[in-house]
């Protein structure tokens, strides 16, 4: 295994991070602020939030059952997803490895970082062996993508190769967990406070959490991955009304389980119904929130779509996704008004 030092970049293991006013004073009471050139007036939107969300790391500690200090908390996972770039791959030297297809963002955050990215191919049931991700690393790999419940896919990857390349790669894995809350397998969170992996885990308020519009992902890792994270992160990345709003939706947890069981109930509804379409060859397994359908004419079917106000994602372009649609689980009445719209297509 590298060392945290192996890994990071040289400038951010060198980096002297910004330091606001609101880092510097900590640890005594007070009650006059005259420290940051806030606005005294508007409260309370007139202070700066905290740039370490404590309070919120410490609701989200107790119901994801994560340490505080094994959590960073970012602007979504993109964030994070961007950070690792940022933190851990030199430009034009580095490289990572990723399972394809996958979740765009991270060949995104890659070209953006001009950071060498690597694709592996899925197998015919978009599953992967560990060898042949190892196989694809050289001794300038920082890290390794696997998105379980994978993207567009929506299946889970085998947990036992996950495990295999935890074990075996001395850089980062990241498991980005955005759908886990839909899928039965166990969160890799597991790995993350023990000192012999560097293991990342993201997952995010905006889907079983149903928060999207405020922008909060999660990275859960060791200690010292999240001290480079906090390092470089822009200092109030997380915004007053984005902490806000999560609490109260964390004080809630009951609201989201209550979700999951219903869009659960709809994804197997129509999953079901899906393959019983003339139009439709084949559904993929799935553990998230969407299913994956190839259907005879994905394009055909999505301008139809399209044409009746109902858009899902056309996926055809996607390697290993040909004439395939990506359909999210919504409503009973939205499901319905997709199924009753592809009926009768002529
Ligand atoms: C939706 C999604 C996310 C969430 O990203 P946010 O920036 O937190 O909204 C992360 N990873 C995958 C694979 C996703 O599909």
New binding site residues.
């Given amino acids: 295994m590298r060392t945290i030092k192996d890994l990071v970049r040289p400038n951010i293991w060198s980096l002297a991070p910004y330091s606001s006013a609101r880092n510097e004073y900590s640890g005594h009471v007070a009650h006059v602020f005259l420290d940051a050139n806030e606005n005294p007036f508007n409260g309370p939107y007139n202070r700066y939030p905290d740039p370490l969300q404590e309070e919120l790391k410490e609701r989200i500690s107790s119901i994801k059952n994560v340490p505080a200090e094994n959590i960073f908390l970012g ?5 994070a ?1 961007d950070l690792v770039y940022r933190c851990f791959c030199e430009p034009k030297k580095d490289n990572v490895v990723a399972i394809c297809p ?2 765009g ?1 991270y060949e995104v955050c890659a070209d953006i970082n001009d950071v060498e990215y690597r694709k592996v191919l899925l197998d015919e049931d978009y599953q992967i062996k560990a060898e042949k991700l190892l196989a694809a690393c050289d001794a300038n790999t920082k890290a390794i993508w696997i ?1 379980s419940p ?2 567009p896919t929506g299946n889970n990857i085998n947990s036992e190769e996950i495990e295999k390349v935890i074990e075996q790669f001395d850089g980062i894995v990241v498991v ?1 967990e ?2 886990i809350d839909f899928s039965n397998q166990k969160s890799f969170k597991r790995y993350v406070s023990n000192d012999n992996y560097n293991v990342i885990v ?1 997952q ?4 079983a959490w149903g928060s ?1 519009a405020i ?3 999660m990275a859960f890792a060791k200690e010292d991955i999240i001290g480079i994270f906090n390092k470089v992160k822009y200092p109030y990345n997380v915004n007053a009304l984005t902490q806000e709003q999560a609490m109260k939706r964390l004080n809630d947890p009951q609201a989201v389980s209550q979700w999951v069981s219903i869009l659960l109930q709809e994804r197997g509804r129509m999953v079901e119904a899906f393959a019983e379409l003339p139009i439709c060859e084949k559904v993929y397994p799935t553990d998230a929130n969407f299913f994956l359908a190839k259907v005879e004419d994905a394009q055909g079917t999505y301008d139809y779509l399209v044409e009746k106000g109902i858009i899902v994602r056309n996926r055809t372009r996607i390697t290993l996704c040909n004439n395939c649609l990506r359909v999210t689980i919504g409503t009973r009445e939205e499901n319905n008004e997709l199924l009753g719209a592809l009926r009768s297509m002529k």
């Fill in positions: 602007n979504g996972s993109d964030e997803i996958t979740y963002m998105c994978n993207n980005d955005a759908y993201l995010t308020m905006s889907k999207a922008r909060l992902g």
